[in-house]
């Protein structure tokens, strides 16, 4: 069994900072690609940015520049620092990872969700 927590979100002011984190515990061998996504209200959920095993990323546009994603492979830990947070940053950040497991195999899984508003 795997599981990924994610922590770290909140209300924050416009122009503001957050920084999540989503931890995976369990059975793991190996994590390979690492991913935040997140979904706005009434929006389909989107690929904010993703960090390789090897630390290659990428990142949407909207957010480059502002969003900085990395690891500690050592942790099986993932980072996504937010720097001046817009509004339109307001949204359900999930955590997402290619996984292989001990018992053999590779499976995809996904955090719960941790909330993050950006208002005044």
């Known amino acids: 069994q795997v599981q990924l927590v994610e922590s770290g979100g909140g209300l924050v002011q416009p122009g503001g900072s957050l920084r999540l984190s989503c931890a995976a515990s369990?059975?793991?061998?190996?994590?390979?690609?690492m991913r935040w996504y997140r979904q706005a209200p009434g929006k389909e959920r989107e690929l904010v940015a993703g960090?390789?095993?090897?630390?290659?990323?990428n990142y949407v546009d909207s957010v480059k520049g502002r969003f900085t994603i990395s690891r500690d492979n050592a942790k099986n830990t993932v980072y996504l620092q937010m720097n001046s947070l817009k509004p339109e940053d307001t949204a359900v950040y999930y955590c997402?990872?290619?996984?292989?497991?001990?018992?053999?195999?590779?499976?995809?899984?996904w955090g719960q969700g941790t909330q993050v508003t950006v208002s005044s």
């Open positions: 997402n990872a290619d996984i292989f497991l001990k018992s053999g195999g590779v499976r995809d899984f």
């Open positions: 369990g059975s793991i061998f190996r994590i390979n690609t």
């Open positions: 960090i390789t095993s090897g630390g290659f990323t």
